[in-house]
């Protein structure tokens, strides 16, 4: 079994239905870091979802993947990667935990051609 760190945009898209992220997401070992626990409850709210869903949504993620808290070396490593990668502070933080053996599932642009990161284009239904 694979072992994934999983980016909020692939949660979202997971939740929304789109398939392309569904293997990766039933099939590998997880990790979830904090910070993108918290930008799936900004992004599910800003969308309209009530709490109880957004809750039953973190709730999965909570029971299917480890969740690493941001710790010294992350949060370090996430403030440089910001300048290096080109990335916003919550997506570096968010990378940070990326490594070759456990590369980091995304369905964000941002991610597209980045080193221990597997982007998935997903075209949205109209």
Known sequence: MSSLVI????????????????DYIEKSKLKTPTIAIAEIVRVLEKKGKSKEKIMESVGYIKDISAIPELDFQHAISGAYLCRSENLDFADALIYSYATK?????????????????IYIAIRKKK
Do not use: R
């Open 7 to 22: 980016d909020s945009s692939a949660w979202i898209d997971y939740f929304e239905g789109y398939g392309e992220v569904k």
């Open 101 to 117: 053996e456990e590369p980091l599932l995304t369905t964000d642009l941002d991610f597209k051609d980045k080193e221990n990161a």
